[in-house]
T-cell receptor, first 119, second 114 residues
Framework: DADVTQTPRNRITKTGKRIMLECSQT?????MYWYRQDPGLGLRLIYY???????NKGEISDGYSVSRQAQAKFSLSLESAIPNQTALYFC??????????????????FGPGTRLTVL | DAKTTQPPSMDCAEGRAANLPCNHS???????VYWYRQIHSQGPQYIIH???NNETNEMASLIITEDRKSSTLILPHATLRDTAVYYC???????????????FGKGTHLIIQP
């Protein structure tokens, strides 16, 4: 079973609709992230959360909101979707560790992505 | 975070070593070099990271120049499954542990030729 799952995997919606993308993880990691990727470009950070009570805006948070319902779940919402939010969305997790050089401390684990199309 | 420069694309023959360069001339002393790759719209996958010493793991080797202004990711025996976009990322590790988000550029599209 995948350690980081995203639902739905594909979604087509209309302008103005509210959309929620969900991310779940079984890795026991405390940190979770949402990124978006536009065609031909790298990923850009939307929001990140260091734990259930700690939510932080990323580079492109306008038009998005998030909810960390539990350590294992991090949801991304588009309150009123618009066409330029059409993109591939990735959730990721990582673990806080006291050892700065351990790979698990530095590694982010990504979900399979959600392809969102806003018409 | 320091900016990185990578060639947009590279070819490599299957079975040969693939050497992917990255320039990070403005890197700070406390910034690490990370490499991730993304295979055809899948979620990115961590490969390796380093500070100033060369690093090797089961996937690749990372060579960082002595002045730390550039680095090279080496895939020793490239296979067709290594065809992917490779991202070089420079990132500081804040005190207190953990890393926040990564900044991805456009990366290098590595194509392994049969």
């Amino acid at each position: 079973d995948a350690d980081v799952t995203q639902t739905p995997r594909n979604r087509i919606t209309k302008t103005g609709k509210r959309i929620m993308l969900e991310c779940s993880q079984t890795k026991g990691h405390d940190r979770m992230y949402w990124y978006r990727q536009d065609p031909g470009l790298g990923l850009r950070l939307i929001y990140y959360s260091f734990d259930v009570k700690d939510i932080n805006k990323g580079e492109i948070s306008d038009g998005y909101s998030v909810s960390r319902q539990a350590q294992a779940k991090f949801s991304l919402s588009l309150e009123s979707a618009i066409p330029n939010q059409t993109a591939l969305y990735f959730c990721a997790t990582s673990r806080t560790s006291g050892r700065a050089t351990s790979s698990s401390y530095n590694e982010q684990f990504f979900g399979p992505g959600t392809r969102l199309t806003v018409l | 975070d320091a900016k990185t420069t990578q060639p947009p694309s590279m070819d490599c023959a299957e079975g040969r070593a693939a050497n992917l360069p990255c320039n990070h001339s403005t890197i700070s002393g406390n910034e690490y070099v990370y490499w991730y790759r993304q295979i055809h719209s899948q979620g990115p996958q961590y490969i390796i990271h380093g500070l100033k010493n060369n690093e090797t793991n089961e996937m690749a080797s990372l060579i960082i120049t002595e002045d730390r202004k550039s680095s090279t990711l080496i895939l020793p025996h490239a296979t067709l499954r290594d065809t992917a976009v490779y991202y070089c990322i420079v990132r500081v590790l804040y005190s207190g542990g953990g890393a926040d988000g990564l900044t991805f550029g456009k990366g290098t599209h590595l194509i392994i030729q049969p």
